[in-house]
């Protein structure tokens, strides 16, 4: 079965600081995997998206991602975190192998950037 | 703004009745999700369509939802007999296949309370 785990509810960080947000998951076959940004009431918004080649991925808004096929990770990173990069964060994934697309998410983890 | 829109954006209703709600794609997208997100979770996945054919449901969708995409355009969530288990936030999104993997946008959703 598809899983993703995000172990911290919360990260906290100081502006100007980097900041990684952590992200496991568990698929069957290869993985296709995502980072997603929600603020209060709104939709989730796409960050990015790791496929096949290069191990990181870059994003929307200085964000980027390392996938690590042999920990089974895809933590989110940025170098210099801004008091507007608080929200919530959601990672998610979807098995190479499931033909309905559908996208297995991680159950958040709230960033807060202090200034 | 031509992203994915949902209406309503909240709907309060009593348990034992009827609730429909809207999904407007972006407009070229022929694939649209239907998601639920309770607090303090991530989305979990409802059902698919590509185009006006829905190819996958959820074990989440219980015989009270059903969920229907005429002409392959707007879609319809419809919750029959709401019971108070049913408050969530009901969220869609959609996605275009062209090349390569296509990751899904999603609207701002709607906020359902059976009271």
């Known amino acids: 079965a598809q899983s993703v785990a995000q172990p911290e509810d919360q990260v906290n960080v100081a502006e100007g600081n980097p900041l990684t947000v952590k992200c496991t998951y568990s698929v069957s076959g290869n993985p296709y995997l995502f980072w997603y940004v929600q603020y209060p009431n709104r939709g989730l918004q796409f960050l990015l998206k790791?496929?096949?080649?290069?191990?990181l991925v870059k994003g929307s808004y200085g964000f980027e991602a390392e996938f690590n096929k042999s920990q089974t990770s895809f933590h989110l990173k940025k170098p210099s975190a801004l008091v507007s990069d608080s929200a919530l964060y959601f990672c998610a994934v979807r098995d190479m192998m499931d033909s309905s697309y559908k996208l297995i998410f991680g159950s958040g983890t709230r960033l807060l950037v202090r200034p | 703004d031509t992203g994915v829109s949902q209406n309503p954006r909240h709907k309060i209703t009593k348990r034992g009745q009827n609730v429909t709600f809207r999904c407007d794609p972006i407009s070229e997208h022929n694939r649209l999700y239907w998601y639920r997100q309770t607090l303090g979770q991530g989305p979990e996945f409802l059902t698919y369509?590509?185009?006006?054919?829905?190819?996958?449901k959820s074990r989440l969708l219980s015989d009270r939802f059903s969920a229907e995409r005429p002409k392959g355009s707007f879609s319809t969530l419809e919750i029959q007999r709401t019971e108070q288990g049913d408050s969530a936030m009901y969220l869609c999104?959609?996605?275009?296949?062209?090349?390569?993997?296509?990751?899904?946008?999603f609207g701002p959703g709607t906020r359902l309370t059976v009271t």
């Open positions: 790791y496929i096949t080649g290069d191990n």
């Open positions: 369509f590509q185009n006006e054919a829905q190819l996958e």
């Open positions: 999104a959609s996605s275009y296949r062209d090349r390569g993997i296509d990751e899904q946008y």
